[in-house]
């Protein structure tokens, strides 16, 4: 993976963050109040600016300069917590990016989540989707399994994490106010984690 | 949906230029709300912040006795690191700077990673966390924030205006907000700009009991009622959870839809239940102050007082939203 | 229809009965709310009144420095001579009573009736008129009295407190009203508890220009518009009638269901409208004040101020709806 | 007539407008404030509790306590407007309360409200049907026209004027705010004083 392909990435996950505003926001409407495709379409906006105006040498740096915009620009939960993925991911990367340092740097981003948001797999969160698409990756490294058929099965697996999220009893985060009344519906930052690795997928896909 | 705003992305930016030109008393700067004459030396900062849509906190809050800065996010959105940063800088006077910081996952992590990133400031929080509805559990993000806030801020400030040392005024802060305790019922949904439509349906026959103050629906759904069976509702879930007696000061809020006319309907209820435990309301206030955008309803916060509180909510305040002794 | 009420029968009585329990500096005797403290000899006692369902006008207006007494009549209907007679009688302190009148038919019966009715106190009366939707000709009821009687309430109120004789509360309660316009927006009609639905549909496209306080229809139905272009066409209604020039006071009113944040919206660009016509807006009030029940919308008032009217408005007030320097 | 052919009326007129509360009010909804079937039901519960309470011996006591009850009990415009027309009946009524004597006073009574309300006919207002009404019964009276048949005329000339109230723009009043747009609606005032003269037929028709 080298700069271009990790701009390409952020760049089409907020093309599909764009286009899946409104699901998003109605998903959070469901559980939450209502902002999660506005905040995330907002943050990623900027990073495609920041991005473009000063654009970084190595994938790491697009990783840390992503992060640290959600940071300053997305405001909500969702901000500092998708800022602490990608920075964290960013510190940690190790060059040259193999797919064996990409799924190392991305369970640390994980990681940073989980510790930050002091959530664990079955909370109804993001964790949800994110955790089970590093295990992925981590399998697909183990086993041997080529770039593109990782992300793939990575992303099916942030896919299937976020659909899990439905009938979760929400223990994190706005939706946990519901009690039971969270269950039922999937949580919205585990549909947009669904997104990022689905947007991953499509560009890796496209690269090769 | 209508309302009134020029664009849904501008709609926060446009308020505020109209907070800054209809009050003299504020500036406006870079998305903080401030007094105009800046901090004073010595006087502990008291700085607070949160998602946009509950006006008149917490910009509306800001002035004498009150807080130096407000940090207004997008709607319904906590602020950004970067805004609180600013903010707290701007209005220490060499005694620190109080964060009051609603009990909320994304308040909560902007306010820490601001408190880690600002430079040559003491910095205190305390998170306000009243709404009785939220059990204060593992289970859940712990207790909202919502309307004793409000009461939290004024008697912050009001220590604060008296320069007392960063420590007594978080001590305050915190006594305050565990004297206090929510409960909020919903009539309608709120709609906000972007989603253009309400949160969630609530038809003409039902309400919902135990909301936030970002149009999440409640614990429960129950056919809607007279204001003196919503009033004992919310009365008896504050009183279960605290007992009111002594002294209390009581506010009946309006979301923000609410007329005032029904917030006196509610009030005289709700003093009728505080007296009937056989308390005494001395302090109190009826109005629109932590509201939810257009949504129609009212939320009830007590505060238990004694009479160093008592004395400090009495202190002059002079703000947008909130003025009385000078 | 959803409302925070025990019936619709009982709501002003309810409402009133909180704004007592609310108030310690109120007094509500036989539907009349008076100040605590009683009349003050020597003073002209300052009396107002009308339908309910615009509050706080007039009760939250009754204290130092404002209204002696309002006579709230049931909702959207004006008072009834006894309680004008009782308020007039209970608040003179041997210097006159000025009515202040809403230029309705209904009111200004009914104060003209009381005003006959009252024995051994000398009584003057104003009627506010300064809404320019409506054509002050043969073929109408006169211009209606909305925003601007509660400039009215607050300068004469002043000037009486000062002790001036009842001629000069009169003139300078005149003159406000001459001097001040109005005009106002509805995004929503309005739901009276009796009724219990809205007034009148208005499509989610649509908006009335030109409204009144009641819920009565405005004069012209328009596509919905951004909050810039609907400001500019209060501003322009009102200042085809009254240039702008010079100090202006303005004052952005809620119809009740506006949350506070689009008035600032809207305030903003009547600011900027007045700057453009060369005009100082050098005092303002942003907020729900005249109301109109549930409604969402706005009006804007302007009075064209000079240095006395300045220091009036200045002046301390102590009310609960409307409170400064003291 | 007498005393309680008179309490008959304010009874029966009593009953109509209940009946019609929500007639009168979605009437006055559409030009107006939306309370004069509110107003009118209110003032004339209290004024049928006052009949009761303290038995007027003659007709004039009864109009005169009618007329004050609704001053001191409706409030705005109709409640001045009302109380006026009764009170000023009574005032002038002449005893024995022959047909001649009824239709006098009458006139009397629509003369106040004209005045009071500074209203002519045409106005969109209670005077379109309350003066056709008189000029209904002093044609009657100079006819020679009998009691019930005289009343049964003036009652239909109110309801025809109320109807005719509905192509009018109205001059005065809440509706007059309206202009052009008041066209098309029947007058609330104007309907309610077609239910008085309904309520008068019926008693006197019930009468006999
Ligand atoms: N404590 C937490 N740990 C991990 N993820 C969380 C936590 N709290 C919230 N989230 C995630 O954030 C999402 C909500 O993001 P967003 O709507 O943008 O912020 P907010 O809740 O402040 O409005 C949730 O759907 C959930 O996935
Ligand atoms: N100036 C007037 N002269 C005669 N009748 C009037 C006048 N103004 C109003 N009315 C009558 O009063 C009716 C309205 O009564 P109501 O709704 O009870 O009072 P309000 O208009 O104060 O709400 C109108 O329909 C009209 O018939
Ligand atoms: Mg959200
Ligand atoms: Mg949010
Ligand atoms: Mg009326
Ligand atoms: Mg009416």
Known sequence: MNASLCVAWFEEAARLVHRDRDRLTRLDAEIGDGDHGTNLDRGLTEVRKALAESPPGSPAEVLTLAGTTLIRRVGGASGPLYGSVFRQMGKTLQSPVTLAAFSAAFEEGVVAVERLGKAALGDKTMVDALAPASRALALAVRDGVGVREAIEQAARAAAEGAEATIPMRARKGRASYLGERSVGHMDPGAASSALFMEALATVVREAA | ?326
């Not at chain 2, 849904?8 to 505020?16: G, R």
């Not at chain 2, 870079?30 to 607070?48: H, I, L, Q, T």
């Not at chain 2, 949160?50 to 004498?64: D, I, K, N, Q």
């Not at chain 2, 400030?157 to 909020?184: H, K, N, Q, Y």
């Open chain 2, 1 to 326: 949906m209508k309302k009134l705003i020029n664009t849904a992305e501008s709609v926060v930016e446009d308020a505020l230029n109209g907070m800054a030109a209809a009050h003299p008393s504020l500036r406006v700067r870079d998305r903080v709300v401030y007094r105009a004459e800046g901090p004073r030396p010595g006087k502990v900062g008291v700085v607070s912040g949160g998602g946009s849509g509950h006006e008149p906190l917490h910009a509306g809050f800001v002035g004498y006795g009150m807080l130096d800065a407000a940090c207004p996010g997008e709607i319904f959105t906590s602020p950004v690191p970067d805004q609180i940063v600013e903010a707290t800088q701007a209005v220490d006077g060499g005694a620190g700077v109080l964060h009051i910081v609603k009990n909320y996952t994304g308040d909560v992590l902007n306010f820490e990673m601001a408190a880690e990133l600002v430079e040559d400031v003491e910095v205190a929080s305390v998170l306000v966390d009243d709404d009785v509805a939220v059990q204060d559990s593992l289970y859940t993000a712990g207790r909202r924030g919502t309307g004793a806030t409000l009461f939290v801020e004024k008697i912050a400030g009001a220590l604060a205006e008296e320069d007392a040392p960063l420590a007594e005024v978080a001590a305050v802060a915190r006594e305050v907000d565990e004297r206090s305790r929510s409960f909020g019922v919903a009539l309608t949904s709120c709609t906000t700009p972007a989603a253009g439509k309400p949160m969630f349906d609530l038809p003409e026959t039902d309400v919902e009991l135990g909301i936030g103050i970002h149009g999440e629906p409640g614990r429960a759904r129950v056919p809607m009622r007279p204001a003196r069976e919503l009033a004992v509702l919310a009365m008896e879930a504050i009183h279960a959870d605290l007992p009111l007696r002594d002294d209390l000061l009581v506010m009946v809020n309006g979301m923000g839809g609410t007329p005032l006319m029904e917030l006196y309907v509610v009030y005289a209820e709700v003093a009728a239940f505080a007296r009937g435990k056989g308390a005494r309301v001395t302090r109190s206030l009826v109005g629109n102050y932590v509201t939810s955008l257009d949504m129609q309803g009212f939320s009830v916060s007590v505060c238990r007082l004694d009479e160093r509180l008592t004395r400090l909510w009495d202190a002059a305040v002079e703000t947008p939203a909130l003025r009385w002794g000078r």
